[in-house]
């Protein structure tokens, strides 16, 4: 009796249900978006939806991408809920804060040369999205490339417990006023007439999806690259069940729908030039190890009051400006000579971020 016990208690040790669950539900509810009207493939993405609020801000004017994203706006309210009623303080900050709006901004840029999030990248395999293949591959070894400066002693530093509680409510009362924002339409807001983002799911179903999946991620701590991350450090499959368990939940609802096409060409929002998949994503992963999770992991933390993750989230939207105000940002078409130039600069920069912060 006790070593069936004992089996069973490793087994939910190493495969969590909780984690298991939160990540079958965000590949869901990400394909019935699609279904509520989001673009293919983008029930969520933590990239195009950061940039599309860029967008909608001014920060850039293509104008097929500008729209005040309520899934984004939902996982910080849920984030920061789940937090508030599991009475988790979380407010820190002060770990290389300058250092990691850069490195946001890199993983940006990487996630839209790439053209989708880790998130995304997922839910464009259980699509069918054989380019996203080449992007799974540069994620995992970015990871693995960073996970060996965090073996050789690479850490950004360590935060500090803030004395006030100040820094757990800026996200969501950010949130709570783009929330206003959405239904009053101002004139100083844009939303795009033309392009994916001006088919969009109904702003309720958004918002109640991303609050549904704030929750969950922040009671499980989703995490797609500190999943990858700790099959490598410690042969832990804990988070990886996250990832595996989202690209289950997405495969089953595109089926059910209709909308697994496998292939490499004819894809929604990618491009086949598998070179830059590969090197973008990976530029993604690196990024993630050293910011400590990937940009959904980033984004939950931040709602808790992570004023370091705050930092990263704000890097990340001035990276999705800095990518369509200086033509960085793929398309249908392929990459850019600006994308090419930025990711391997990216890569340059977190490398040599990787050598010069190992604590001796």
């Known amino acids: 009796m006790s070593n069936t016990w004992q089996i069973s208690a490793d087994w939910k040790e190493k495969f969590p249900p909780v984690v298991i669950t939160a990540g079958f539900i965000l590949g869901v509810v990400g394909g019935i978006l699609v279904k509520l009207g989001n673009p293919p493939n983008m029930g969520f993405c933590m990239a195009c939806f950061e940039r599309d609020i860029a967008g909608a801000l001014g920060f850039h004017r293509a104008e097929a991408v500008q729209y005040l994203r309520p899934e984004i706006l939902g996982i910080i309210l849920g984030a920061a809920i789940s937090t508030f009623f599991g009475k988790e303080s979380f407010a820190r900050s002060g770990s290389s804060p300058a250092v990691r709006f850069i490195i946001g901004m890199f993983v940006m840029i990487g996630s839209l040369v790439f053209l989708g999030c880790p998130t995304r990248m997922v839910l464009r395999l259980g699509g069918g999205d054989g380019n996203a293949l080449f992007g799974l591959g540069g994620f995992i070894t970015g990871i693995g490339t960073g996970t060996m400066f965090l073996h050789k002693g690479t850490s950004l530093g360590r935060s500090y417990k ?28 844009f939303f795009s007439e033309k392009g994916p983002e001006s088919v969009h799911a109904p702003i309720p179903f958004s918002l109640g999806a991303g609050m549904l999946v704030g929750i969950l991620g922040q009671r499980s701590r989703l995490c797609f690259a500190g999943g990858i991350r700790d099959m490598i450090l410690f042969r832990s499959p804990h988070l990886l069940s996250g990832l595996v368990g989202t690209f289950a939940g997405v495969f089953v609802i595109n089926l059910i729908f209709g909308f697994f096409k496998p292939g490499f060409t004819g894809q929604p929002a990618a491009h086949n030039n598998q070179l830059w998949n590969f090197l973008s994503m990976a530029l993604v992963g690196l990024g993630s190890v050293f910011l400590g999770g990937c940009p959904f992991r980033q984004l939950v933390l931040a709602a808790q009051g992570n004023g370091d993750s705050i930092i990263t989230v704000m890097g990340m939207i001035t990276g999705a400006a800095f990518s369509h105000n200086f033509m960085i940002a793929s398309s249908l078409k392929g990459v850019q000579l600006g994308g090419i130039v930025s990711v391997v600069l990216g890569l340059i920069v977190c490398l040599s971020i990787g050598l010069k912060a190992r604590e001796r």
């Not at 803030?162 to 807001?189: C, D, H, Q, W, Y």
């Open 162 to 189: 803030e004395k006030f509680n100040i820094t757990s409510l800026i996200m969501p009362l950010l949130a709570i006023g783009g929330v206003i924002l959405i239904f009053m339409r101002p004139p100083f807001i």
